[in-house]
């Protein structure tokens, strides 16, 4: 019990800042940007056609990590929530359509492209499943996930919103693309550095 504790006691004192704010206490993805799979399907999240107008719904296709309509950014905010951008125009960002309650956010609700206006709507966060995937979940609803429709490994089937079931289609996995850096780190992980910088002493417990 003693040694559960020492460790506790070494988590960052960042991650113990955001769990007190709120934030999710979540496997974080490294700002970068990415091609983000479907497990069920191994196909990419697709711009279709690299049509940027407000309302565009976002669907599945087969992966090409050249191919820029499946380029991702991620940047996490200040929140500890993620905004997702497309590579090709980061001023479009994934939303909910006009006019759909963020908070409600019906099941079949479309995952769409929209300016970027620094909403709630707009970010995310990101839940490890396993085996490198994540659940991806709207801020404002913490019920809900990003789902490929029906269970579809078609090209061009739709990706909405829906309860989280924990189904295959609801889970996702982020590889880096190009230079863009990216890449996962386990939050629970400290390194000896971080241990003397953040703590005065080495991982070892001394002081």
């Known amino acids: 019990m003693l040694k559960a504790m020492e460790l506790w006691g070494r988590i960052p004192a960042a991650l113990a800042v955001a769990a007190l704010a709120g934030a999710p206490a979540v496997a974080q993805v490294a700002d970068g940007t990415y091609l983000i799979q479907a497990r069920h399907s191994d196909k990419a999240v697709d711009l279709p056609g690299g049509n940027t107008t407000d ?16 380029q991702w950014v991620l940047t996490r905010q200040s929140d500890g929530f993620y905004e997702i951008a497309w590579n090709g125009n980061t001023s479009k960002v994934w939303d909910k359509p006009n006019g759909v309650s963020a908070t409600v956010l019906p099941n079949g609700t479309a995952l769409t492209i929209k300016t970027d206006d620094n909403g709630n709507s707009q970010r ?32 061009g089937a739709g990706l909405h919103y829906w309860d989280y079931l924990g189904g295959q289609n609801q889970q996702w996995k982020f590889t880096p693309v190009g230079s863009g850096g990216g890449g996962t780190r386990d939050p629970f992980a400290i390194t000896q550095a971080e241990s003397e910088n953040t703590f005065g002493g080495d991982f070892n417990g001394s002081q």
Request: glycine share 6%; proline share 2%; hydrophobic share 30%.
């Open 55 to 70: 309302g565009t719904q976002l669907h599945q296709w087969s992966a090409s990590s050249s191919n820029l309509n499946q």
């Open 124 to 155: 995310f966060s990101l839940t490890a499943t396993d085996s490198g995937y994540y659940r991806i979940t709207p801020k404002n609803n913490s019920a809900k996930a990003i789902d490929v429709s029906g269970f579809s490994t078609a090209d």
